[in-house]
């Protein structure tokens, strides 16, 4: 079998240009889109935080699960009924979990299994951001840690680098779970990782996220910690202030005032 | 010259044209050819966003588009070709004029077979009434 | 073509025995492996259709056997890097039987490493966006590629070292399949010229491919390794993984080259010094692994770290116990003795020490992956995983489908290399003997 070098090269160029027909001819017939327009520069210069004031949070009646519906609804997340495939962006779990580098075996009895409201933390330095394969979770520059659904393949290593668990899979398709759906915010597919995203499609309207304006105690406060006048840099200031696990050094925007 | 198994062949020659040109005839056995798509047009507006060849051709890569912009850049406002702005949303901007995706979208996809997993996570607006399951 | 053969193959007649004649043994074994394989597939559409919410995995603990499946079985691809490649880069004579078999099992066995985490996706369809969309920051995304690299290399391995044998079984002439050997055997005739290029691109390869599997457990470990979750964030991984891969490679490799040995008669090529020999070298990786885990669970008592030490006592006292101890047992209490002591070194005592590592190497696996997951660190639920049915069935379709493409191997190609063979009849005398006077003095 005599085949030289030349016969190689012209098969190669050959194949070479009929692989490039098709998208040669995309790039000659195609009538160009017009290009979006920005929109006003909400993103640059500020850092979104939030702080959860606990002792406003406890007055509240046993049991209030005001922001955790508010959250749920308007996102379309699943009631799936069993722990095991539970979805769930934010929910309480008790004092003692929520802060066990606090625990010792004196604390004060006053904060001894109190619910505390957690959720994801939207990290300065997220781990989970590190770990996507896809990039299907990034970091955004007003802070907020942002999911795309679209690109989640689902290998849940995300959750696997998230020290406080505030990431929740769809283990089957969610939609015959959800109670009442909300056709402003897309439900998701079986196989994708979701997780609270601070309303950001409520905050580009210039509104607050869903949790924080439902609190009928006002213990929710979402700000710029960018801006020093703003309330959540005010009460950061004047109050005992706690972060979950800062020595884990994923420096969360979740603060809890005590 | 013989032509030795001639039932044979001829039954299994028969067989493999009439299986190897299914495409061709089973539309115009089953009657699948007499569909035509018959798209339910927006009564109050006369025009989409962008003239009706272009979106005809494009959609696809606009929402593409669209959606890449708005959930990986945050950038949520199009400035169509008439110099007007819109929001990109498919529901907010597409549906409020195309109400019901039976009636519009699906009559030239399923013509075409084409399959598009937007309404796996998107709810379209009859999708409300009829049920989001 | 008999009288051929006899010439070409001189006195390894056995060798082609398996590839010419096809036993009844051999279709009842394929039916069965077919069955397993398609239960397999069908769980696996279940999983598709319905989600992974049909697997025992929940939002606490949500990897489980998928991902001690992949480990397991990139752990076993190095098997055969490490016989056929440094046993060759060493000149250990013994090697030449088994470099085949062990190199094919490397093979074929990545492909059900990479297919577990295929498998475990939330989303398989979007598989390719890992190569589209690639953040090359993540861990598994260093996976891809040093596994795609390892598969490669591998392959390139197995069939350069396969070449000389297809050019024979050409010679041979075989009627149906002669396009298959002529396409594939590439022109070799057996020149002067051909062998010194063959032998050097095998060498080259060879000592390639060793780097390479050292990275590609080091890089699964770090999977592991480089998140901050107690009892998973540890600096040993890297070497841990790549012992324990040795350790249970070259386990793999001796059931394998027992159960090859018994089914097609090789009782004269795979001899009882090679599982001896072998045997030694897994009385070492018992030893190295044992050093290892013995490090890992000393440093961690030492430190008492309290997010380390509740996950510590799950695995000594606690929920998982029972797998852990099974575990040690498994993998150093029975396999040290039987090892340790050269009368017990048989085929029969290496073949049992194998088998009983491969078992606790995947509980190994297991139990390294599952318990941090319970995250002890933040005790919220007190979750247990236990594997439903899919599961296993995937775990098993994956071995037979293995095991399937492993016999339909066999028949086409012989599974002992004919030319090393040969190589160690002839060339391979005089050049050890010249070797050892290079050694002495004078």
Known sequence: MEFKRRDFLKIAGL?????????????????????????????????????????KCWNAKDGCRDCIDACHTIHNVPEIGYAKEEIKWIWTIEYEKAFPEHIHDFNEKKYKGKPVIVLCNQCEDPPCVKYCPTRATWKREDGIVMMDFHRCIGCRYCMAGC??????????????????????????????????????????????????????EKALIFGDLNDPNSEIRKILSERYVLQRQPELGTKPKVFYIL | MRFYDAKKIITGLIIFVGLVTYPIWHNTVSGKNLYTP???????????????????????????????????????????????????????????????????????????????????????????????K | MIDKEKILIEKEIPLLEHVRKTGKGFYITISILIALVLWGLYAYLTQYR??????????????????????????????????SAILRVVKAEWRRPISRLSELTTVFILFFGVGSVLIDLGRPDRMLYAIRYAHFRSPLLWDVCSIATYLTVSSICLYLALIPDIALMRDI???????????????????????????????????IVIPIMITVHTVVSYVFAMTIQPMWHSAIFGPYFVAGALFSGI???????????????????????????????????????????????ITTFYGNEPSQMAIFWSKIRGQYAPLFWTHVILCFVIPFPILAFPKSRTIKGTVIASISINIGMWLERFVIIVPTLTRQRIPIESAFYIPTWVEWSIL???????????????????????????????????????????????
């Open chain 1, 15 to 55: 194949t070479f240009l009929g692989l490039m027909a098709k998208p040669g001819w995309e790039v000659v017939s195609q009538i160009k889109p017009l290009e979006p327009s920005p929109a006003p520069n909400y993103f640059t210069g500020k850092k979104w935080a939030m702080a959860i004031d606990l002792i």
């Open chain 1, 163 to 216: 020290p406080y668990g505030s990431r929740s899979f769809n283990w089957r398709d969610p939609r015959p779970f959800i109670k009442k759906a909300n056709i402003e915010f897309p439900t998701r597919t079986k196989g994708v990782v979701e997780k609270c995203n601070f309303c950001e499609e409520r905050l580009v309207k210039g509104l607050l996220p869903s949790c924080v304006e439902t609190c009928k």
């Open chain 2, 38 to 132: 018959k798209l339910e047009l927006p009564k109050d507006k006369k025009e989409c966003i962008e003239p009706k060849d272009y979106i005809r051709v494009n959609h696809k890569s606009l929402l593409e588009d669209w959606r890449l912009s708005v959930v990986r850049n945050g950038i949520r406002i199009y400035q169509a070709s008439n110099q007007k702005k819109y929001n990109m949303s498919l529901n907010k901007t597409c549906m409020e004029c195309h109400k019901d995706k039976t009636k519009f979208c699906d009559q030239c996809h399923n013509y075409m077979g084409v399959t598009n997993k937007c309404w796996d996570c998107h709810i379209y607006p009859k999708q409300l009434e009829i049920g989001v």
């Open chain 3, 50 to 83: 319905i989600g992974l919410g049909v697997t025992g995995l929940s939002r606490q603990i949500f990897w489980g056997v998928y991902i001690t499946n992949f480990v397991f079985f990139i752990g076993i691809s190095h098997a055969g890097t490490f016989i």
């Open chain 3, 173 to 207: 002439g075989w009627k149906k399949r002669q396009w298959l050997y002529e396409i594939l055997s590439l022109g070799f005739t057996g020149t002067e010229k051909q062998w010194r290029r063959l032998e050097r691109a095998i060498l080259f390869m060879s000592i």
């Open chain 3, 251 to 297: 386990a793999t490799v001796i059931t394998i080259m027992a159960i090859i040995r018994k089914a097609y008669h090789l009782e004269q090529y795979l001899k009882p010094i090679h599982f001896y020999n072998l045997g030694t070298l897994l009385l070492a990786m018992t030893l190295l692994w044992f050093y290892f885990t013995l490090g890992e669970y």
């Open chain 3, 396 to 442: 098993v379709g994956c071995l037979s489908f293995f095991s399937l493409l492993y016999l339909i191997f066999t028949k086409f190609f012989p599974i002992v290399p004919i030319w090393e063979i040969h190589e160690g009849r002839g060339k391979s005398i005089p050049q050890i003997e010249e070797r050892l006077r290079s050694y002495l003095p004078g």
